[in-house]
């Protein structure tokens, strides 16, 4: 085995993004195909909730915009249109519906750079991704569906699909735009219509989407945005006129959903549920095993915990080593993860930008420490970087000799914190990735291809990635097996969750 | 008062992206129903029909294994997009050669079919055929699912059968409706990852060669579809027994011509689909669906074990 140079890194001149996007100074809600402002409070509540918050630029703490609160009259509204328009775009020819959503994905990639850059500005997640990765996903899946609309009856022979009614969308602040994209096409493309919450913190990308749908001449109410905190969601998951939830998020939140649903049949309000989709937390196993291909597989490793800052609900954070190969994939992660760069989102040489808030870093660094006090053992290979004096951040880092009773080991972190365990048997390490609640995705690296069907088969996942990792497509669909959440996002399966089936 | 005078237009082939003479040199006059001269477009030889046959089989690579399904898609999206822009041309050449009254184009699926045909304005015909486009450009990256599977076999193997191109296609029309029954063959053809030798209709040669016009500004890479403005009679017999070509796919074409092109399965096994007769092309469940793409492909079926 060759010796590797430690540390060290090139110095690259900064690269900085330098289109500028301009963002105004409020946002209103989009709803009927206007911006609106926020209904004012009742005077017999007080206003304690004022009627606008701030959204930040992570990397800079510094203010972007200031995003209207959505309180319940504001919730009834933006439903109401959604109801009105839903009966219109059900009953425009299916082919039409494909033609508004080619519109939008063709908009989409003549202003994805500006998007790009707004995402990275709000979200802190560095332009190479948001650029690279995000944005051409978004545009994908707004083609990818509309190509669906008038051909339905193909995803569901012998059934007639027919759309559900409001679907009302709640989605986290890690790929704003990408889960705006991943929840609206479909559920446009199979004749519904659409209230959406983007995250508190990441409200911007989900605004400018707004603006496109006006610029293309979307039905008006076909899409509506609100935006706001918690409660803002839980009014509109509880809302009478909502036919059906999809919510991406925390495990904790999800369960909080089906619970409210639950209860609104217990309370007799409605004899069953609204219709659910789940996309919720993931811990996700990551196996390597003495017969893949190393060097391919640490970058994968790298990229499956690391992209986008480790907050990503199917990152792979449980890493599970072959115990001969054990000193040697240490090593070499050490090695790789020395030349990532840490910093401005902005920058185009950034590899890991800035965690989305205060809280989140406040989070993963109680993980931290928590996995030191455990007793595993800390390694931080990015020894030098400029680190910002505003901003959050947080370096890539991993622990070995992690137990699988560690709360690092079975807790989501949702940050570039790596946990690496080992094993010595196949079945040791099927046993041992299957012992989660989560179900979301899994990797395996290895050269022998009846031994990744093989573990692909056996492994208690929604996405198995072999030899690879961290790979999305509008056509594949995605999505978790036990309390990762249910239904899938994507592909031809991914329609289910967006249409009525009658014979 | 002085008239402008306007620069008519000179009607060629387009072959391997690129608009050339026959080799022949000869040309064919397209008229109006009165018998006034509209251009004299050219007139493919069996030569240009080997050249246009060796572009599509050299392009077929990049089309069907480079490119992916969503670039197609939106090549093919592209293409609905030169057509929108170019509505007024074709509905004008549609219009000016009029419709075909020989008498001779083969029979219709239904009566009310053909009358709905019969009535077919020019502008609906435009719209009917760019729609038909952008229907078929969002099979291109759905088609797999919706016509493959996995096998769920008695045995710890993961199998799966999935669609492939069946390669170089030879398209040929109908005489009417000369444009959304070229689409409608063609698109479903190139949705599928095969690429195109088309025959234009005999009746409006004029519509054969805008839509050239068409493609090569919708960033179709060269050789994927190759039109040739022709004498049918002289060309079917060449696709028949062209032993390079993977697939024939036509409609509405006389009994002669289809026996012709049927008798080039003998050939040498080449996939030959003509429906006949001619469906009703205004009719979106009867020309909207899987089943147009699925005899242009072939299927793969994988085999690996799922237990070491």
Same mark, same amino acid.
């Given at each position: ?58 990397? !800079?703490? *510094? #203010?972007?915009?200031?995003? /209207?609160?959505?309180? &319940? ?6 439903? +109401? $249109? ?77 059934? !007639?699909? *027919? #759309?559900?009614?409001?679907? /009302?969308?709640?989605? &986290? ?6 889960? +705006? $994209? ?77 619970? !409210? ?243 | ?308």
């Amino acid at each position: 085995m060759t010796t590797l140079r430690k540390g060290g890194t090139f110095n690259l001149a900064p690269a900085p993004e330098s289109i500028k996007v301009e963002i105004k100074p409020r946002y209103g809600h989009f709803i009927s195909g206007e911006f609106v402002e926020p209904r004012k409070a009742s005077r017999s509540k007080s206003s304690a909730a004022p009627d606008y918050f701030t959204t930040l630029n992570p990397a !800079t703490e *510094r #203010p972007l915009a200031e995003i /209207a609160h959505a309180r &319940p009259a504001d919730v009834d509204a933006a439903v +109401a $249109a959604a109801r009105a328009a839903q009966p219109l775009w059900a009953a425009l020819p299916a082919k039409e519906r494909a033609k508004h959503l080619f519109r939008i994905a063709r908009r989409i990639q003549e202003r994805a750079r500006e998007l790009a850059i707004l995402e990275t500005m709000d979200c802190g997640k560095p332009i190479k991704e948001s650029r690279d990765v995000d944005l051409p996903l978004v545009a994908a899946h707004f083609f990818y569906h509309a190509g669906w609309a008038d051909k339905l009856q193909y995803a569901f022979p012998g059934r !007639t699909p *027919r #759309p559900i009614g409001v679907c /009302a969308q709640i989605i &986290p602040w890690n790929f704003p735009l990408m889960m +705006a $994209a991943w929840k609206i096409a479909p559920a446009l493309a199979c004749g519904n219509t659409v209230v959406l919450k983007p995250a508190e913190t990441t409200p911007l990308t989900a605004l400018r989407l707004a603006e496109i749908f006006a610029e293309v001449g979307l039905p008006k109410g076909v899409v509506n945005i609100i935006t706001g905190d918690g409660t803002t969601g839980a009014s509109l998951v509880a809302h009478p006129g909502v036919d059906k939830v999809a919510f991406t998020g925390s495990t904790e939140v999800g369960k909080r959903i089906a619970r !409210t649903l639950a209860d609104e049949v217990a309370s007799g309000t409605r004899p069953s549920p609204k219709r659910l989709t789940l996309e919720l937390g993931g811990k996700s196993p990551h196996i390597i095993f003495e017969d893949a291909s190393i060097d391919q597989a640490v970058e994968g490793i790298i990229g499956g915990i690391f992209f986008n800052q480790g907050e990503v609900c199917c990152a792979g954070s449980r890493l599970f080593v072959q115990e001969s190969i054990l000193p040697e994939v240490i090593a070499k992660l050490e090695h790789r993860m020395a030349s990532l760069r840490v910093g401005d989102p902005l920058d185009k040489n950034t590899d890991v930008g800035a965690i989305n808030s205060a809280q989140q870093l406040e989070r993963i660094q109680h993980y931290i420490a928590l996995g030191e006090s455990e007793g595993a053992r800390l390694h931080q290979p990015i020894t030098s970087w400029n680190k910002p004096s505003k901003g959050h951040w947080c370096a890539p880092c991993f622990f070995s000799g992690v137990q699988p009773s560690h709360t690092i080991a079975r807790e989501e972190i949702f940050g570039p914190v790596l946990s690496v365990l080992s094993f010595r048997t196949p079945e040791e390490a099927i046993t041992r990735a299957n012992n989660t609640p989560y179900g979301l995705s899994a990797g395996i690296w290895t050269d022998k291809g009846s031994k990744v069907f093989e573990i692909a088969r056996k492994l208690k996942a929604g996405v198995v990635w072999c030899n690879t990792f961290n790979k999305f497509d509008p056509a594949s669909p995605f999505g978790g097996f036990k309390e990762s959440g249910f239904g899938r996002e994507g592909g031809m399966h991914g329609l289910r969750g967006y249409v009525e089936l009658t014979q | 008062m002085p008239t402008r005078l306007d620069t008519s237009k000179t009607f060629k082939l387009f072959v391997n992206g690129a608009f050339p003479r026959s080799e022949s040199g000869r040309t064919m006059l397209v008229s109006t129903p009165k018998g006034e001269p509209i251009a004299h477009v050219a007139k493919a030889s069996r030569k240009d029909l080997r050249e246009a046959v060796e572009a599509a089989r050299a392009a077929l690579p990049k089309w069907a294994e480079e490119t992916t399904a969503y670039n197609r898609a939106q090549i093919l999206y592209r293409i609905a997009e030169m057509m929108e822009g170019k509505r007024a041309e074709l509905a004008d050449a549609i219009a000016s050669v009029g419709p075909d009254l020989s008498g001779t184009t083969a029979p219709r699926a239904s009566k009310a079919g053909a009358k709905k045909q019969a009535t077919l304005t020019p502008d609906a015909e435009v719209e009917l055929a760019i729609d038909r486009v952008v229907h078929f450009a969002g099979w291109a990256d759905k088609h797999a699912q919706v016509l493959g599977c996995c096998n769920p076999v008695a045995g710890p193997f993961y199998t799966f059968t999935s669609p492939e191109p069946v390669g170089v296609v030879a398209v040929v029309s109908p005489r009417s409706p000369s444009l959304l029954a070229l689409v409608s063959l063609m698109t479903p053809a190139l949705a599928a990852a095969n690429t195109c030798v088309a025959l234009a209709s005999e009746h409006n040669p004029l519509i054969g060669a805008l839509l050239g016009e068409v493609l090569a500004t919708s960033d179709v890479p060269p050789g994927v579809v190759n039109i040739l403005t022709c004498d049918h009679a002289e060309l079917v017999q060449i696709i028949a027994s062209h032993r390079d070509i993977d697939g024939v796919h036509g409609a509405g074409l006389s009994p002669q011509h289809a026996a012709i092109l049927h008798a080039g399965a003998a050939e040498n096994v080449k996939r030959v689909t003509i429906q006949t007769p001619a469906p009703d092309w205004t009719n979106a469940a009867q020309c909207e669906n899987p089943g147009w793409l699925e005899p242009l492909v072939e299927f793969k079926t994988i085999w690996h074990p799922a237990s070491s």
